[in-house]
């Protein structure tokens, strides 16, 4: 297997890990058995597990910003900022399907303790912000609504609500109420991950 695919492998597998785990929680053996690989092929190729980390952070990261540029791109040149709130939220929500991409930006985002993971965290925080403001026209009180929908988002992701939807209709309400007509697109792609 060609070594840009192993690498690939693990990022993936890492990415689902941390996102699911923790950066603390998540040990460089339990990525290269996800992946697949000997636990001293990752340590040679990423060096630590700090390192790993923020590769897959910046690459999720850029997903998402690559992702919201697309979507921006498909719109009308004329679209107002509201809609294009609108197109780049339903991004945020179909990027679901990608397993542990929220999770890992979150999992990051509290991550701050530690401080290369701190600053890489901030750093990209700012980004998303400057991207809001920037290429998608956002007002700053827009930017703040558009950030804490995403924030209670990720968090309804790695607390599992999705599990819920069916055995609890306070949880199923509020699922409703957050992904309105995705709703039942973020519960599958849940239910798939798991």
């Not at 460089?28 to 952070?57: C, H, N, W």
């Not at 701190?118 to 026209?137: H, K, P, T, V």
Request: net charge negative.
């Amino acid at each position: 297997m060609p070594a840009a695919e192993r690498r690939a492998m693990i990022l993936e597998a890492a990415r689902d890990l941390f996102g699911r785990q923790g950066y603390n929680g998540t040990t460089t053996d339990q990525i290269a058995t996800a992946a697949g690989i000997s636990q001293p092929y990752v340590v040679r190729m990423f060096g630590t597990k700090e390192a790993l980390f923020l590769e897959v952070f910046h690459a999720t990261l850029g997903a998402l910003v690559d992702a919201w540029r697309t979507t921006l791109a498909a719109l009308p040149s004329d679209a107002d900022e509201h809609r294009r709130a609108q197109a780049i939220g339903e991004q945020f929500i179909d990027l679901s399907a990608t397993r542990g991409l929220h999770t890992m930006l979150l999992q990051a985002f509290v991550s701050g303790a530690e401080p290369a993971i701190g600053q890489a965290a901030r750093d990209g925080f700012l980004a998303i912000y400057r991207f809001l403001r920037d290429e998608a026209g956002m007002p700053d009180e827009q930017v703040q609504g558009f950030l804490g929908s995403g924030m209670i988002f990720s968090v309804m992701l790695a607390i599992d609500m999705p599990s819920l939807f069916d055995a609890d209709q306070d949880a199923a309400s509020l699922l409703r109420a957050t992904f309105g007509e995705k709703c039942m697109q973020v519960v599958a792609s849940a239910r798939a991950a798991a």
